[in-house]
């Protein structure tokens, strides 16, 4: 038998282990209600007139990646790219370490695998394909294909519709893997640079939520174009030379002076605006976020107020993490910002965080973001993936994944659901292009360890119009406004818009119920501009074909005099 005192001990003890067991049940009950919560809640108390909700519908698409946790970075590359020149985008997908990667075309209502066709470069198993952009590169007249992966930049070039790989001679530090990039030309000399983001090496990583170590991350790279499409690194001459993990960045011009701004995010950091001086260096602007730490991973650019300045959009972690762990060893927690944001360009690199007046900043964890608008009604709307394969949360509970249709008043409205584009996967970004050319924008989710997924946006009777622009040196960076009696919109030819990812080269505005366009604007990076008079709505302009349209135009007017 005990005695007294060890069974009042034996009691104690008991008492403490149920109370520590009910303590610990407790909370756990509270972290799967909190994570079970915020996948099903609704952040705002939004409605929408239901004629501006677009609908789609679901089409075959078999492509699933396939992620090594232990090997890989969290993300799977995409881009669409026009393979043959006939308006109709091809979509890319990078394949992951034992995967090769995959070319797709829409072609009966369904995306049929055409990597065999078109020649598409075997990868092998050694790598995980990390980034990718289309561009044309040698100019020749057909989109080539620029992919990233462990061993550096591979150029994929472009023949009449086949491929034929390069490697670029990459450089990058030991500690460094490519990411999402960017491409343009920086210095106006008629070939492509690359602004190179790069993270650090999945082996090399210590932790997910380290702000304040300035030594710990990669360094990503800008790349000048020799002349011939190999490069040197000149980014210690332009002021570019820091140690941060970057997912996306993209060149475009951000002050409207014809020069190739850059904008970069940095995970676990900030994101940061950077202008162009027009002699190879760059000068970084102060912006919401400076000085300040968040999670921004995607990228959305538009102007999304149709003032003629481009605006930005940056996904974060969102209230899916509660704030106390996502703040990592931030020691002055003022300087932490985990809500969506977005930046409204008032001009000269001034920039307001109107997240809050717009309804989008207190959304969940997020990817890469796109703006489109997918009505037709004039308004940038905006997708953002989500989802975090390797936060156990998500793989019991998973976020939807944003449709946000942007309302008359500059709000946006979720309608994933009505829309019936709800992704259960783990997304990356959205990719958007007129698949099936009916004037209305479909869209892929790119899912990582999981399915793509593809819908055809079902129309209605809004008009639009599309405007095909050479997508090579000249071309990238430039600005178009196309004018009606009742408004103006602009849009930009530019790379790295989403997550490791590339959009169309077709640049898309619905017209709502405006009947005429009055004009098209291309303003150039080289100070080169084309002005197009009264085109047709509802169809593609090719600027190149009115270009020379007018001179031949010009030249007979010419001759009669």
Known sequence: MFSKNTRNLLSVFKKTFIGLGLIIVALLIFVLWFFWNDANSEKYDVTIDTSKVPIFSKVDLDFTHQYNGDKSLPIAPSALIDVDNDNIDEVFFGGGMDQEDALFAFRDNRFVNISSEVHLPKKGTST??????????????????????????????????????????????????????????????????????????????????????????????????????????ITKEAGLDYVHNTFQGSLIDIDND??????????????????????????????????????????????????????????????????????????????FNEKWLLFRNDGDFKFIDTANETMIADYEFSWGCTFADMNNDGLQDLMVAENYVDLAPNKLFRLKSRFLVQKEDGTFAPTEEESGVVNPHFAITALVSDFNQDGYLDMIWVNIDSPSLAYINKGGTNNFIQIDLEDNAQALGAKVTVETNSRKLSEWLVTGEGLASDQTALLHFGLDKDSEVKSVLVEYTNGETDYIKTPKINSIVNVQAERLKQVEQDSIINNKK
């Open 258 to 335: 014809s020069w190739l701004d850059l904008i970069v995010v940095h995970d676990t950091g900030e994101v940061r605006t950077y202008k162009n001086n027009g002699d190879l260096t760059f000068t970084m602007k102060e912006n919401p976020l400076t000085n300040k730490f968040a999670y921004p991973m995607g990228l959305a650019i538009g102007d999304y107020n149709n003032d003629g300045l481009v605006d930005f959009m940056f996904s974060n972690t969102g209230s899916t993490l509660p704030r106390a762990l996502a703040k990592g060893d931030i020691k002055d927690a003022s300087r």
């Open 128 to 233: 995980t394909s990390t980034g990718a952009v289309s561009a044309d590169f040698d100019n020749n007249g057909f989109t080539d294909l620029l992919v990233g992966r462990e061993d550096g930049l591979h150029l994929y070039y472009n023949t009449n519709g086949t491929f034929e790989e390069t490697l670029i001679d990459t450089p990058m530090n030991e500690k460094s893997t490519p990411s999402g990039f960017t491409v343009g030309d920086i210095n106006k000399d008629g070939f492509l640079d690359i602004f190179l983001g790069t993270y650090i090496k999945k082996e090399l990583m210590e932790g997910q939520t380290i702000f304040e170590d300035p030594t710990y991350g990669s360094t990503s790279e800008l790349l000048l174009n020799n002349g011939d499409n190999t490069f040197k690194s």
